[in-house]
């Protein structure tokens, strides 16, 4: 394996925390039943994978919604749900990103969407007193704004060619398995974290 000059890492799952149960138990206080076989971290429909891929507006994606579960459901009931699947984002990885800026270019790479990422934008502004996404990061993809999600090849390889870095020089941090499918399609190295595992354990164990 050629020497790792450069990370990419997930945000959900790596970087923050989150409980994907969370926003299914929320859709259910409101009487949506099994929004679980709409939405998993393994699979979701449609109207998610267009609002993640930013071809489809807010009010689109809330009206898909509204007719993916057949119940006229609020703006705001959409948004709390929606929004309850993010949990925290522990100071110590923080830290941590910016101690391995110091041996690395580090780039982030979401599946995420306007509602999530301007929420995220304004919050961790207000915690840290900083915009995480531009002082921790080379640069941070996110998959509403380059119109390609994750775990589809073709995405990795636009990233590749934007940031102009080498995939065998590249490892890929990710929490689910079809996106470090798609990752070893273009080349990347990758390390698939699983079990209760986070960054700060790869770094002691010397991974990263």
């Known amino acids: 394996m050629s020497k790792i000059k450069n990370l990419l890492l997930d945000l959900g799952g790596v970087v923050l925390n989150v409980d994907y149960h969370k926003m299914v138990e929320t ?16 699979h979701q429909v449609e109207i998610i994978d267009k609002f993640e891929e930013g071809k489809c507006t807010i009010e689109e994606f809330r009206n898909g919604i509204r007719s993916l579960v057949g119940m006229n459901l609020t703006d705001e ?16 990885r923080i830290e941590l990103i910016g101690l391995l800026k110091l041996k690395y270019n ?21 915690q840290f007193g900083f915009d995480i ?17 994750k775990p589809h090849p073709e995405a990795f390889q636009w990233l590749i060619d934007d940031a ?3 995939p065998e020089e590249t490892l890929f941090i990710e929490d689910s ?21 986070t960054i700060i354990d790869l770094y002691e164990k010397q991974v990263i």
Do not use: C
């Not at 080379?138 to 119109?147: R, W």
């Not at 798609?182 to 699983?194: E, I, M, Q």
């Open 27 to 42: 859709f259910k206080e409101y009487g949506v039943k099994d929004f679980d076989k709409h939405f998993t971290q393994a």
């Open 77 to 92: 009931q959409i948004d709390n749900a929606w929004f309850s699947m993010i949990l925290d984002l522990p100071k110590e």
């Open 106 to 126: 580090i780039y982030l790479f979401s599946n995420t969407n306007e509602l999530h990422i301007e929420m995220l934008k304004k919050r961790y502004q207000e």
């Open 133 to 149: 996404f531009t002082m921790l990061f080379n640069k941070a993809y996110f998959s509403n704004e380059i119109k390609m999600r």
């Open 164 to 166: 102009s870095i080498k």
């Open 177 to 197: 398995p079809q996106h470090i499918e798609g990752a070893k399609k273009v080349g990347l190295n990758t390390y698939w974290l699983t079990g209760g595992e």
